[in-house]
C-alpha cells in the first residue's frame, strides 16, 4: 500500500529553492528539463509553468497521478512522464536535472552510473540541482546513497558551483516527522 500522507503534504507545495537557483541562472523561458524523483509535481509544475518540455520520472503510480491531475490541458503537450526507477532510465539531452531529496534512495551500487547518464545529459553547460545526504543524516544507512562533502566535490570535480550548501540541523519531514538532516544542497552546471 502507498503511503499517501507525503503526497498529500507536498502536493501543491512551492518549487525547491534549488530549482528556482537553476532556472534563474540559465535565464531563459523553455528548454529540456528532467526531474528525477517527480513526486506530486511541485518542480515538474514549475518548468511546465516557465514553458519547459519536462520528463518527469518516479517509481510511484500515485506520483505520477499527483502530477497529472494538476497539469494545465495546455503543458500537456510538454509533458512525459515515466513510472520507474530513475537509476533505469535513459536520460535525453537536457539543460537541467533536477532531483530534490531523491538521489539518496538509489542503491549504493546503481548510483555510479545513474551519476554517469546525468553528466552525459548535461554535456554542454546543463544545470544539475537537488540534495545529496550526508553521513550524519538520520536515515543514513548502507540502503541509501550517501555522501561525504569531500565525494560531492570530486563528483563535481570541473563543474561550475553556482550553490552549495551544508545543511546540519534538526527538522521536520513532509509526513511530520522529527529527524537530523545532514543535506548538501547543490546547484552546479556542466562544462
Known amino acids: 500500500m502507498t503511503d499517501t ?3 498529500d503534504r507536498t502536493e501543491g507545495a512551492p518549487a ?3 530549482l528556482l537557483m537553476a532556472l534563474d541562472a540559465l535565464g531563459r523561458t523553455g528548454g529540456q528539463g528532467i526531474d528525477l524523483g517527480c513526486g506530486a509535481g511541485r518542480d515538474t509544475l514549475e518548468m511546465l509553468r516557465r514553458g519547459w518540455d519536462v520528463l518527469a520520472i518516479d517509481r510511484e503510480p500515485l506520483a505520477i497521478q499527483r502530477l497529472l491531475g494538476q ?3 495546455d503543458q500537456v503537450p510538454r ?3 515515466r513510472c520507474a526507477r530513475f537509476e533505469d532510465c535513459e536520460l ?3 539543460d537541467i536535472i ?10 549504493p551500487d546503481d548510483f555510479p552510473r ?3 547518464r546525468i553528466d552525459k545529459a548535461l554535456a554542454g553547460g546543463g544545470i544539475f540541482c537537488g540534495n545529496f ?3 550524519r543524516d538520520a536515515w543514513a544507512g548502507p540502503e541509501l546513497t550517501i555522501h561525504r562533502q569531500d565525494e560531492l566535490e570530486r563528483l563535481f570535480a570541473g563543474w561550475r558551483w553556482l550553490h552549495f550548501e551544508v545543511i546540519d540541523r534538526q527538522g521536520t519531514t513532509a509526513r511530520g516527522r522529527t529527524k537530523h538532516w545532514h543535506l548538501f544542497s547543490v546547484v552546479a552546471q556542466r562544462p
Open 5 to 7: 500522507l507525503y503526497y
Open 79 to 81: 509533458l512525459q512522464t
Open 92 to 94: 535525453p539531452s537536457a
Open 98 to 107: 533536477n532531483s530534490a531529496f531523491a538521489l539518496p534512495f538509489c542503491p
Open 133 to 135: 545526504f550526508g553521513e
Open 16 to 18: 525547491w529553492p534549488t
Open 71 to 73: 497539469v494545465q490541458p
Open 114 to 116: 545513474l551519476w554517469q
